[in-house]
């Protein structure tokens, strides 16, 4: 059984940087994705950052160039480090894994959140103006 419990989330002016950790146990497929999602009120759940088991990431359009999302194999902890965070960030995050779907020729990690099974229970991030 796969467990996924976050931290570091906070409240930040914009502008500002927070680093989220998502400390995984449990897991042990060769091919895997991991992800960071995030939902704001009233809004759907969105992925924001996934990279998988080949270490190749993806980001939303809205976070290229300011978050960056990373695995620590020895910790089996998987970061995101957030830069020039903006009010439109405000949401809760959290940390989900999943298996990659494999389309000809090349696997690759789904980006809705039906296809991750399993999550943590989410950390608040507050960007204020």
């Known amino acids: 059984q796969v467990q996924l419990v976050e931290s570091g989330g906070g409240s930040v002016q914009a502008g500002g940087s927070l680093r989220l950790s998502c400390a995984a146990s449990?897991?042990?497929?060769?091919?895997?994705?991991l992800g960071w999602f995030r939902q704001a009120p009233g809004k759907e759940r969105e992925a924001v950052a996934l990279i998988d088991n080949w270490r190749r990431t993806t980001y939303a359009d809205s976070v290229k160039g300011r978050f960056t999302i990373s695995q620590d194999n020895a910790k089996n902890t998987l970061n995101l480090q957030m830069n020039s965070l903006e009010p439109e960030d405000t949401a809760m995050y959290y940390c989900?894994?999943?298996?990659?779907?494999?389309?000809?020729?090349?696997?690759?990690?789904?980006?809705?959140?039906?296809?991750?099974?399993?999550w943590g229970q989410g950390t608040q991030v507050t960007v204020s103006s």
């Open positions: 989900a894994a999943g298996t990659p779907f494999f389309t000809w020729p090349d696997y690759y990690c789904p980006t809705r959140e039906s296809d991750y099974n399993y």
């Open positions: 449990g897991h042990s497929n060769s091919r895997f994705c």
